[in-house]
């Protein structure tokens, strides 16, 4: 039983690295790409192993660092604070959808879900936030819009709810005399960690990669998050390089060249994969414990 | 009876004060936008207003059927859609288990970290690093083929492989994301259920079946459900910018985002992108009320609503 | 009851702000709507103040009486927020004084402005004055962005007026209306190919002879013999798109007159059905087979300059003008010569850069009073297209400008795109481009030959569908055609009976229809 037990971790294991070497390769090509000089990637081709290393598509990139650091300093706020309030809007939606008691939850659950698959495209949304709301240029431009509350991750919680939770815990406490709010906070929250933890990842990598809001609400620099910089770079080389461009005689000799595309995304990525472990285990626990004693 | 329902209303209204905050969200978000659908049926003049512009009956969805395209790009979405759906949750699903399976715990972690890092690339980025791989000129591939003796294979102009290109870059950029929910749900299982089948000797693949699979079935249910309603729509990117918008490739790749894309650019037309989003999403929502109708009578805790 | 009740007062007053795109705004372009569509030149000032002030010719001082208002620019390059409002408040200077108007700039990313600018006109957002910039007359026009002109112009634009050659305004104008200010910039274009200057006289081949694409076959071959590892013609970003003939696109879309200038013959072709396409895909094929174009070209993701820098390519066809080898120097950093194949010409299209005033323009009689100024005056036009002298530039001795110390083009604040801005004829030309560039650009737009068809621009609105059908077919084959990856044998034949299915012929003849109205005309 344990050998046979071993040999399954050992399998198990293996698959799992054939699995990430397949998802890391390629991010290791472009990490290598990015860093390797731009006439040795045409003369010698794509390679692991850059034949000749330079940094300058990074320096590029950060000439203008008081820029990028505030890029990455809004990102991070927007992140924290939007995936907080996030979770909380999912999360008040999502338990009352589970209980299979609640009246007229078919027909919520109907209208969320038809969220999913309908939509007035951009410009009436643009219309309302902008002149109703009046969040063009505001902070909250990056946090709002389409971000604060998604169908797919309430009906996923729900999902969990349903299947996780036992009715017989909640008429339990309900019989103890415990309200609603209390049950949410006090036996869903606790039980929900894996969850609520897999959606604030879910969330957190949502506003940290989201960029479409900054382009659309906002256009002054002081509120231009880091994804919206260097979206901002790779839009430019993608248009300019394009038929459309060359039909206008725009001066093309200032475009970023290969190694800064991958620079670009390789500046996105790395602060998640540095962060993300610590900010996990926190943000799960903050959340946890802050419900339970509000 | 009358006193009886109010008293049922009085009960739920705590949970009813917390659907509130989201109602509001997907009111304001969602449903007042929504109203701009109507700009499918209307010749949209900037001056005049989305309400002001002349109606236009179903003129705007014409350019949707004229042409036989219309046939290869409705095959290619659905199909790839079909593709990723069964073989993208089974992936996800075994490679969900085999991670619970785990004993150690760190590597656990690992693994479960670094499989998600594709799904933080933009696709425009993908579109490089696939490039990086298949470029005749520069790729590595063609280099590997070269150094091994064998001609260098022109991959952006032969359609062959791209069907088997695109599954495996949206498999890439995606399973991570896909096994981080099942394993979620998988990590929620009462622990107890597993103690008692270690007491009655049950066999690895025996808890797996009769525990672990059942004990998800509601989440794989409702992921494949809202994939239905999906399959009409397809990653832009995925389809016009890895395979580098290449002519040769279009019999395999084109899809009605990117149909609509290449005819629309110049045009800039509000109204035709408009109605090809509305035929989308009634043909997807037809079909999950139907699937979501066949799962309903089988388990309701399956269906999505 | 009374929660339902509130609530769906509420979803009918939003919805219904959204539907209008915003009360105010929309009433206002309601009104311009009004005002301008019946075309008469007798209609109603948009302002009224400006009715009771008499001649437009009555000089400054009226006008620096008005009320104030901002103008909204909006325009594409990189700048700072901070650096563009430096720009926009030394304009201020200049307009307060001569119009009690501020303006204010904003400058959009090359890759979202068309996203940006179409979002701002169907919202009712402040906006007056914007550039062509992706965004085409025909459809801002066809789809209502932008307001006619003509009466504007007439009453704001004495010195606009009084600079466009009268034949360039038949290419602003859709239905009768004049709809957009063109630039003053090079609008003439030739065609050539730019190539390594080092290995061109490395093998020592007599260019002269050289007049067509087909000219350089020779030149290729020893340049291949000279240079195996080099490919004589690359692609820039997978494309070749350069047809070296001087056809006429008629304002685009499908249906072009082949040779625009040699012959005064109005019918209109379908290109990709000519004997001439058939010739030069055939060619660009062959030259594939040889080894003279770099293989993938077709989807090629470097730029042409880079793959030339490298010393991977020895050419890429490229629109010539003067200062153009410069340009050309500048982004490979090796010499470059430019071989010139077709003379420089001009069609209603090339090098077509306009300015429009937004639908949604709460004033555009003030609109026009500062494009006027934008496009006459030389201190405008340099702020605008340069910046800040001292700190986006600064003057050398003989007339032309340079970069500050410390500061280059990578990482300065205000980026120089000259040509989008109204007049870049008038601003202080770069060291680079050398002081008499704008003279050279002057002599070259007039000499060039006009096409038959200049001053015709097409209106595509009624066959919006058959482009859509057809712009899906070329996407399939036009860039694997023309960087010669296709066999045209197999593939020419499949593409005619493609577009013809879906519809090429509705257009040209379409096409042709509103020519020949257009000609009986003139």
């Known amino acids: ?294 | 009876m009358k006193k009886k329902k109010q008293f049922r209303w009085r009960k739920y209204l705590p949970l009813y004060s917390m659907l509130i905050p989201g109602m509001l969200y997907l009111f304001i978000n969602n449903y007042v936008p929504m109203a701009g659908i109507i700009v499918a049926f209307k010749k949209y003049n900037y001056s005049k207003g989305i309400l002001g512009s002349d109606w236009n009956g179903l003129k705007n969805f014409v350019f949707l059927f004229k042409t036989k395209d219309a046939f290869t790009i409705t095959r290619n979405t659905v199909c790839y859609n079909l593709i990723f759906i069964l073989a993208g949750t089974a992936a996800a699903v075994a490679v969900a288990v085999l991670l619970s399976e785990l004993k150690a715990v760190r590597m656990r972690k690992l693994y479960q970290t670094l499989i998600l890092l594709p799904f933080l690339v933009s696709i425009v980025v993908v579109s490089y690093i696939v490039y990086g791989f298949l470029s005749t000129e520069f790729g590595l591939i063609n280099h590997t083929l070269v150094n091994a003796g064998r001609d260098k294979v022109s991959w952006y102009s032969d359609p062959t492989w791209w069907p088997v290109i695109i599954v495996m870059v949206h498999a890439w950029k995606n399973i991570g994301y896909n096994c981080v929910l099942y394993y979620a749900a998988l990590m929620g299982i009462d622990a107890s259920y597993y103690e008692a089948a270690e007491i009655d000797g049950a066999t690895r693949w025996q808890r797996i079946r009769f525990i672990t699979l059942p004990a998800i079935r509601s989440t794989i249910s409702i992921m494949v459900l809202m994939a239905i309603g999906k399959i009409f729509y397809s990653d832009f990117g995925l389809f016009y910018q890895v395979p580098m918008n290449s002519g040769p490739l279009i019999d395999v790749t084109n899809t009605i985002d990117t149909y609509v894309y290449r005819g629309l650019m110049e045009t800039n037309n509000i109204g035709m992108s408009a109605a090809a989003g509305v035929y989308q999403s009634v043909v997807g929502f037809l079909l999950v009320v139907l699937a979501n109708w066949t799962v309903r009578r089988q388990d309701a805790d399956n269906a999505l609503f | 009851m009374k929660k339902k009740l509130l609530a769906c007062v509420l979803t009918a007053a939003m919805t219904a702000s959204i539907l209008s795109g915003c009360g105010d705004s929309a009433s206002t372009s309601g009104g311009n709507a009004e005002e301008t569509s019946p075309g008469q030149s007798e209609a109603e000032p948009v302002q009224e103040e400006t009715a009771t002030e008499g001649t437009p010719q009555a000089g400054e001082a009226d006008l620096s009486a008005q009320d104030p208002y901002t103008v909204k620019i909006v325009c594409v390059g990189d700048a700072t927020t901070e650096a563009t409002q430096k720009v926009a408040d030394a304009i201020s200077e200049i307009t307060v004084a001569k119009y009690n108007t501020t303006v204010d700039i904003t400058r959009l990313s090359y890759g979202s402005f068309a996203d940006e600018v179409n979002l701002m006109l169907s919202s009712g957002e402040k906006l007056d004055l914007f550039p062509n910039f992706v965004i085409s007359l025909l459809s801002a026009a066809n789809n209502g962005q932008i307001v006619p002109l003509d009466d504007l112009l007439n009453e704001y634009g004495p010195d606009i007026l009084a600079s466009v050659p009268e034949a360039e305004w038949g290419v602003m104008t859709l239905d009768g209306q004049i709809y957009g200010v063109p630039n003053n910039k090079d609008k003439a274009e030739g065609f050539g190919i730019a190539v390594r200057t080092d290995m061109l006289e490395a093998t020592g081949y007599d260019v002269s002879a050289i007049h067509s694409e087909a000219d350089l076959e020779g030149l290729f071959a020893a340049v291949k013999e000279a240079y195996p590892d080099c490919y004589p013609l690359v692609s820039d970003n997978g494309q070749i798109g350069y047809y070296n003939i001087p056809r006429d696109d008629l304002g685009g879309d499908f249906g072009w007159l082949l040779d625009c200038i040699n012959s005064e013959d109005l019918t209109v072709v379908d290109w990709y059905e000519s004997d001439e396409y058939f010739e030069m895909a055939s060619r660009r094929y062959d030259w594939a087979q040889k080894g003279y174009i770099m293989p993938d070209a077709a989807t090629n993701t470097q730029n042409a300059y880079e793959l030339m820098a490298a010393g991977k390519g020895f050419g890429y066809f490229c629109n010539t003008k003067p200062g153009i080898e410069n340009e050309w120097y500048r982004k490979c950093g090796v010499p470059i010569t430019v071989i010139e194949l077709v003379d420089g010409y001009r069609t209603s299209a090339s090098g077509m850069n306009t300015w429009f005033i937004a639908h949604n323009s709460e004033q555009p009689a003030r609109a026009m009073q500062i494009l006027n100024e934008m496009r006459s005056n030389p201190e405008v036009s340099n702020l605008l297209i340069n910046g800040i002298e001292g700190e986006h530039y600064v003057k050398n001795d003989d007339g032309t400008i340079g970069y500050p110390e410390g500061v280059d083009a990578s990482n300065t604040t205000y980026s120089s795109v000259a040509w989008i801005w109204p007049n870049e004829l008038i601003s202080d030309p770069w060291e680079a481009d050398g002081p008499d560039i704008w003279t050279e650009t002057d002599a070259f737009n007039k000499a060039a030959h006009l096409s038959c068809a200049f001053g015709f621009i097409w209106n595509n609105a009624d066959v919006l569908n058959e482009i859509t059908a057809c712009n899906n077919v070329t996407a399939k084959y036009k860039d694997a055609l023309d960087c010669g990856s296709l066999n045209p044998e197999e593939a020419v034949p499949k593409m005619i009976q493609e577009l013809k299915d879906a519809g090429i012929d509705t257009i040209i003849a379409e096409k042709q229809a509103q020519l020949d109205a257009w000609a009986a005309q003139q």
């Open chain 1, 1 to 294: 039983m344990i050998r046979r037990d071993r040999v399954f971790q050992t399998t198990a294991n293996i698959i799992m690295i054939v699995l990430m070497l397949y998802c890391m390769l390629p991010l290791l090509l472009l990490f290598a790409s990015s860093i390797t000089e731009e006439r040795a990637l045409i003369v010698n081709g794509y390679s692991f192993w850059p034949s000749r290393i330079d940094w300058s598509a990074y320096k590029y990139i950060l000439i203008d660092s008081t820029q990028i650091v505030r890029g990455y300093g809004i990102s991070a706020v927007v992140t924290l604070l939007g995936t907080v309030l996030n979770l909380m809007l999912t999360t008040l939606f999502a338990y009352p959808l589970s209980r299979k008691d609640l009246p007229g939850k078919t027909v919520i659950s109907f209208i969320l879900f038809f969220t999913m698959l309908f939509n007035g495209g951009l410009v009436p949304s643009y219309i309302m936030w902008t002149q109703l709301f009046h969040i063009k240029n505001t902070f909250w431009a990056l946090l709002v819009p389409n971000l604060m509350m998604g169908a797919f991750n309430v009906i996923m919680m729900r999902t969990y709810f349903a299947s996780n939770i036992p009715t017989e815990l909640i008429d339990a406490a309900k019989i103890d005399g415990s309200g609603e709010y209390g049950i949410l906070a006090r036996i869903i929250l606790p039980m929900a960690k894996p969850i609520l933890s897999t959606l604030a990842l879910l969330v957190g990598l949502g506003y940290w990669n989201d960029w479409l809001n900054g382009l659309y609400y906002v256009n002054q620099d002081r509120l231009y998050s880091i994804q919206v910089l260097l979206n901002r770079m790779l839009m430019d080389t993608q248009f300019l390089m394009s038929s459309a461009a060359q039909k206008m005689s725009v001066d093309t000799s200032q475009l970023p060249s290969t190694g800064i595309k991958m620079a670009i995304a390789v500046m996105g990525i790395l602060p998640v994969l540095v962060v993300y472990p610590f900010l996990q285990k926190y943000l799960v626990q903050g959340i946890t414990i802050g419900a339970v004693k509000g």
